[in-house]
């Protein structure tokens, strides 16, 4: 009955309101929040209203953009916001969402899915759930084959425009404040990806944990040595474990040149993570997406892989060999490390080249200006 009256519902005649439905995760972030500053650039919500779907409205009571809501649709919601909920979801002409999905509830309505990070590893449980789209966002045409294949949408559906995020890759953001108004001569951002997560309802988790909750450093000894060497060469690193990274398992001692970052510091700084990521001389990552997106930068790029094989027990790749795209310096263990942040203080960037064959097959766009991009795709190709 239920599925019944969802399809009886989802093919209804509506006549859809000027409504724009917004998603990220976390709350106000990503592609999507991206996006939404080149809409109120460009006036959208002079005739749209603008709806922020988020898991605590009152979070952002202190925001008063014209026409622009935020509405509670995560967690345990009240019997009048369910009905609100339903209503706009019902009504709205547009959905742009890029993590958590939100579903298209009649076929009239028009769903712009923008993604948040291109294919390095199959989650075929999430992939295969994104749902009815009308377009998918991508960086390439060299991804679109991929992510067909991973989430059974058509290949037509696919729009090589970039990520408005990586906009602010090329910002210049002033990051004084979050380094404690101190100068390094490097620094260098740590971004591995999540090893456990912070929640227990996925079992996408690996059962083994690092001694201090990160690759590659595996005791407090090494955690001194390499404190050392970052001394010695001025360079500051900084470690911004994942959204998902249950946090508990990560052990590190107060340290002059190896800190960590978390999104509650940049929120502090009104700075978003790509604006920092910008702003630093070397990346440390592992089998994160965001590799992809770093290589806009032209900056060195370092790939822990001394936990691939544990990895890939729980995880599949969505290439055969992730060596044969995934270039630049592979660190195996703490030695590579040590090498590698040499390597930086030295500006010797070993793998320049490899690095530079992938960001050309990886990003059709290589600029700062994929949110006009997208925002252009709405006005001449969806009507808005």
């Known amino acids: 009955m239920k599925k019944t009256l969802k399809r009886i519902i989802y093919n209804f005649p509506i006549h859809l309101k000027k409504y724009i439905i917004l998603e990220s995760n976390p709350d106000l972030s990503d592609n999507t929040y991206s996006l939404y500053l080149n ?56 959905i742009i969402d890029c993590n958590k999905l939100v579903y298209k509830r009649n076929k009239h309505q028009k ?3 923008l993604g948040h990070g291109m294919p390095y590893k199959k989650v075929i449980e999430y992939c295969k759930l994104i749902g009815d789209v009308d377009y998918f966002l991508s960086l390439s045409p060299f991804f679109d084959d991929i992510l067909s294949e991973l989430t059974c949408i058509d290949r037509n559906k696919f729009i090589d425009l970039g990520y408005p995020r990586n906009d602010d890759l090329f910002s210049n953001k002033n990051i004084k404040n979050i380094l404690k108004n101190k100068t390094y001569e490097k620094i260098i951002l740590w971004l591995p990806t999540y090893r456990q997560r912070e929640s227990n309802s996925s079992n996408l988790s690996m059962n083994n944990t690092f001694n201090l909750g990160i690759p590659v450093i595996y005791n ?34 107060n340290l002059s040149n190896f800190i960590i970052l978390t999104n509650e510091d940049l929120n502090k700084e009104n700075i978003n993570l790509y604006e920092f990521l910008g702003r630093t001389d070397a990346l440390i990552t ?14 060195p790029i370092a790939i822990t892989t001394d936990d691939l094989e544990e990895y890939k027990k729980v995880f599949e790749f969505v290439y055969d060999n992730i060596y044969d795209v995934i270039k630049g310096e592979y ?10 942040i040499q390597n930086v203080a030295s500006g010797n960037d070993v793998a320049k080249e ?20 997208v925002y252009e795709f709405l006005v001449k190709n969806m009507g808005l």
């Not at 404190?227 to 994942?242: A, F, M, S, T």
Request: aromatic share 14%; proline share 1%; glycine share 2%.
């Open 39 to 94: 809409l109120l650039k460009n006036k959208v919500n002079e005739s749209y209203k603008i709806f922020w779907f988020v898991k605590d409205k009152t979070l952002y009571k202190d925001i008063h953009e014209k026409n622009v809501y935020f509405i509670n649709h995560y967690g345990k919601l009240s019997f009048i916001e369910k009905i609100k909920d339903f209503y706009i979801s019902l009504n709205a002409k547009y």
């Open 111 to 113: 769903r712009l899915y």
């Open 220 to 253: 407090t000894k090494n955690l001194k040595i390499l404190n050392d060497i970052l001394k010695k060469h001025n360079i500051l690193l900084v470690l911004k474990p994942h959204p998902a990274q249950d946090l508990s398992v990560i052990k590190t001692e």
């Open 286 to 299: 592992d089998y994160s997406s965001v590799y992809y997106d770093y290589l806009l930068t032209d900056k």
């Open 331 to 340: 660190i195996n263990n703490f030695e590579d490390l040590k090498l590698f």
């Open 354 to 373: 490899d690095r530079t064959n992938t960001k050309q097959i990886s990003h059709k766009f290589q600029d700062g200006n994929s949110s006009n991009r």
